[in-house]
């Protein structure tokens, strides 16, 4: 298969595993199981099983709470700076080897007769003008000027001679003779000296350091039956000329001492299966800490491949995380199918859980961090904020449950991971400001501290103990609340969220969309206020977004920027453009205001959230004035019947249609004369009624209870508006009356016909 069509298949195959509409589709529910079975990978590999062998930790000198058996026959490791040295002890303790010279002797002789030699053509009075004579080399021989010159007598010259063939071949046979300055490099008090294949271990004080006037023992021997004058000389000057009988062989002294380095065991014993290790309320002893010490390191050494038991516990690991996982997918499934069915939300709580689970690791890696430091009010917070405060308690309690069932993290982990992530989830529930990042942090600390202090309690804490696990404690919260702060934009552009952070960005009046609303359509501008204090008012009756419901208000006329003068509430001095259109050339001039609004959002890069509002707040209604205008001036013809209604969709969540409902309702009490409440109660059932029968609020998921409470919220916002208010006696405040819009053919009635 050639590379174009293994690309061609791989995109087929691609395509057809992409996410569908339908989330109870085999493929989508394939696809929703192997993201929670990369999050269960993700958790096994930070927190690989122990095989089944709980290891209580131990310190020396503490009281072990209970017994602690051999699960197997395994050593006793030394401590590494313990084994360091006991190498290099018994390498110390292996002599320095060297050889026997066989032909020390004959070197010997050779060497004293070319230094006697010298002196065969010097008279004896020019002994002082030749210094070469009392010198060996680079060394200066100690004699005297009298024994130079005794060397000059030929007869002198010949003794000498004699007595070193007689007895220098003895006393290399009888001594071990080294040059002075290896002699005294060697460490120790023995020597292994080889020749001809045996070796002999050698005293150090044996060794005779070849210098002038050495003292040589067979030598000083031998030069008893001499005069004198000769015995001096001889003891004076043999030493200095006689070479050593040793030689050092450095590469086979340290190929010993390497040996002798590794025949150094590294074990300090044996534990048999089923011995006692340490006993339960006993103080732990050096001895068995090394023995706990071994134990883990034994354990670390059996998983670092795959054996049977490891496959076993790896995947009775990997069966707990998919089972936590399968009951948070189906409590999404059950009470939040809206984020079951978004693949893309899916995604970014994966990447919460992720996100935890590793900073977890972290915290039970770190030996100086308490388990209990894991932020589990991260993820609390990230989701408040990116979703509700309800999705957000249900996943603090999937993913403590979660990481409390990995290795050696227990209950003060659950139960601070609760209390903190619970306060978290609570304190987030609505923002308003970003300072309350702060007030969140204050009560996650709160939170722990009640926690910590709780299990401090119970478990018999000291006081040092409880500060210190405080301080950790808050330490949890801060790292919780400003890794939020860092994440949120990024995981909000991940999801496709819109924070209320980013809503009350949106909500400033100084905005540049809203300021050009401002300017070009001030009608509009005041009239999207107003519908925003409405919308925000119902919502917060309903328990809905009520931020949401105010800034969609917001944005949710901005395509009347484009026509400003086409709509009744920018209109002056009575001019009204559609008075010289037909109806369905004014009807097709105002329904555009939603799609060029949408254009105008995308193009400010407002979230869809709020674009939402731009194309939902009139639904799919009819524009009701030009339907029966065309009708009275029989225009109205089938095909042209699509350009009378809105192009929808008809609103589709809660706040959408609240703010459907406050643009109709603003609309027409700007017309109504008789504030009373009664005569608002009437004009905002009605439009409800309305909205009801038009079909225009099925998708919206809103209950007979909720639309009884917007109504009720309408009319004490509206009530609030249009007050009586006192007249002065000295001022007249009443304006002439205005002319019903209704009665002129250019105006557009409120009420189910306004084309704002």
Not at 179 to 185: I, L, M, R, V, Y
Not at 235 to 264: C, F, G, I, Y
Not at 344 to 358: D, F, H, I, K, P
Request: proline share 6%.
């Amino acid at each position: 298969m050639s590379r174009g069509r293994w690309g061609a298949w791989l995109r087929a195959l691609m395509a057809g595993w992409r996410p569908s509409r339908d989330s109870t589709s085999g493929r989508d529910l394939v696809l929703r199981l192997v993201l929670g079975g990369m999050v269960a990978g993700f958790t096994l590999f930070l927190f690989p099983p122990p095989g089944g062998y709980d290891i209580p930790a131990v310190r020396v000198g503490a009281v072990a709470s209970e017994d602690l058996l051999a699960p197997f026959d395994y050593p006793v490791r030394r401590d590494e700076q313990e084994l360091v040295q006991l190498r290099e002890q018994a390498a110390a303790s292996v002599p320095p080897v060297y050889a026997v010279r066989p032909a020390g002797a004959d070197s010997a002789l050779a060497a004293i007769d070319a230094f006697l030699a010298r002196f065969a053509a010097v008279p004896p009075e020019s002994v002082a003008a030749h210094p070469e004579l009392a010198r060996i080399g680079a060394r200066a021989v100690d004699l005297r000027a009298s024994e130079l010159r005794e060397l000059t007598d030929p007869g002198v010259r010949e003794r000498l001679r004699e007595f070193a063939r007689q007895s220098v071949p003895g006393v290399y046979e009888e001594s071990w003779l080294l040059a002075g300055d290896e002699a005294s490099a060697i460490v120790g008090t023995q020597l292994e000296v080889r020749s001809e294949g045996d070796a002999e271990i050698v005293s150090r004080d044996a060794l005779v350091s070849l210098e002038a006037g050495a003292e040589i023992a067979p030598l000083a021997r031998r030069a008893e039956r001499l005069d004198p004058e000769l015995r001096r000389l001889v003891l004076d000057l043999l030493p200095a000329l006689m070479p050593p009988n040793l030689e050092a062989r450095p590469a086979l002294t340290t190929v010993r001492r390497e040996e002798a380095r590794r025949s150094v065991s590294p074990y300090a014993g044996e534990v048999l299966r089923g011995e006692l290790i340490v006993a339960a309320h006993t103080r732990v002893t050096p001895e068995q800490y090394a023995k706990v010490a071994s134990l883990r390191q034994e354990l670390d050494l059996r998983h670092a491949g795959f054996s049977a038991d490891d496959v076993r516990a790896g995947l009775g690991g990997f069966a707990i995380g998919i089972a936590i996982l399968f009951l948070y997918g189906f409590y999404l499934f059950q009470y939040r199918r809206d984020i079951f069915d978004d693949y893309r939300a899916l995604s970014v709580l994966a990447m919460v859980w992720v996100l935890v689970v590793g900073l977890a690791a972290f915290a039970e890696r770190v030996d100086a961090m308490p388990d209990f430091a894991a932020p589990v009010a991260l993820g609390s917070i990230l989701v408040a904020i990116l979703w509700d405060a309800r999705l957000s308690v249900a996943t603090t309690l999937f993913l403590s449950v979660l990481i409390v069932g990995q290795v050696e993290l227990g209950f003060p982990v659950l139960w601070t991971g609760l209390l903190g992530g619970l306060a978290g989830a609570w304190s987030v529930r609505r923002i308003r400001r970003r300072t309350q990042f702060y007030e969140s942090l204050l009560f996650i600390i709160v939170g722990h501290t009640f926690a910590l202090g709780s299990l401090a309690l119970v478990q018999l804490w000291t006081s040092v103990d409880l500060a210190v696990a405080l301080a950790w404690g808050a330490l949890s919260a801060a790292l919780s609340v400003f890794i939020a702060m860092g994440l949120l934009p990024i995981l909000e552009w991940a999801s496709g969220r819109t924070t209320d952070l980013t809503l009350l960005e949106l909500a400033d009046l100084n905005r540049p969309i809203l300021k050009q609303l401002l300017v070009e359509a001030p009608g509009t501008f005041h009239h999207s206020v107003v519908v925003g204090n409405l919308a925000e008012a119902a919502a917060e009756g309903i328990g809905s977004n009520s931020l949401l419901a105010r800034v969609g208000a917001y944005y949710h006329d901005i395509g009347k920027i484009r026509r400003p003068e086409y709509f009744v509430e920018n209109q002056r001095d009575g001019i009204n453009p559609h008075n010289s259109l037909r109806p369905a050339a004014s009807a097709r001039i105002v329904s555009r205001h939603v799609s060029e609004g949408v254009a105008m959002a995308r193009g400010a890069g407002l979230p869809e959230s709020v674009i939402d509002f731009v194309r939902e707040h009139h639904g799919t209604t009819r524009l009701s004035y030009f339907w029966h205008q065309a009708e009275r001036e029989g225009r109205l013809e089938p095909v042209a019947l699509q350009d009378f209604i809105y192009p929808g969709p008809r609103p589709r969540s809660k706040e959408t249609a609240v703010v459907m409902l406050a643009d109709s309702v603003e609309a027409a009490s700007r017309v109504v004369r008789d504030s009373s409440p009664e005569r608002f109660e009437e004009v905002v059932r009605t439009i409800v009624e309305l909205k009801l029968e038009e079909h225009q609020l099925d998708d919206a998921d809103l209950t007979f209870r909720d639309l009884a409470i917007v109504q009720e919220k309408f009319v004490g916002v509206l009530c609030g508006m249009h007050h009586q208010r006192v007249d002065y006696p000295s001022v007249s405040l009443h304006a002439p009356e205005v002319q019903d819009p209704d009665a002129d053919r250019g105006s557009v009635p409120s009420v189910g016909t306004t084309p704002g």
